[in-house]
Nanobody
Framework: QVQLVESGGGVVQAGGSLRLPCAAS????????MGWFRQAPGQEREFVAAISWSGGTTLLGDSVKGRFTVSRDNAKNTVWLQMNSPKPEDTAVYYC???????????????WGQGTQVTVSS
């Protein structure tokens, strides 16, 4: 099992930057692919980014390509979402997720954090 805790959310000005850590516990973290998703009020959960267990493969959603990056440190049991040049439309609750297979689909992930709110002000 993997337990996930996101943090680092808050209010950020458009064009600024924000880094969201997701701390994981559990022996299987190092073998887990990690995903980041977001959900705004009244909208479906949207894929943001994903990273393979080794960090060698990363995937980004079309809406964040060129602005966001994903990274991980297995020694620290942590994955990060770096948000550069955020826009007001990036405002959402951000979730990290874990499972054995790298995917852009939310149903593919078994373990989820509680989420952290990010608000981008214009």
């Amino acid at each position: 099992q993997v337990q996930l805790v996101e943090s680092g959310g808050g209010v950020v000005q458009a064009g600024g930057s924000l880094r969201l850590p997701c701390a994981a516990s559990g022996r299987t973290f190092r073998n887990s692919a990690m995903g980041w998703f977001r959900q705004a009020p009244g909208q479906e959960r949207e894929f943001v980014a994903a990273i393979s267990w080794s960090g060698g493969t990363t995937l980004l959603g079309d809406s964040v390509k060129g602005r966001f990056t994903v990274s991980r440190d297995n020694a620290k049991n942590t994955v990060w979402l770096q948000m550069n040049s955020p826009k007001p439309e990036d405002t959402a609750v951000y979730y990290c997720a874990a499972d054995s297979v790298l995917s852009t689909a939310a149903p593919a992930y078994k373990y989820w954090g509680q989420g952290t709110q990010v608000t981008v002000s214009s």
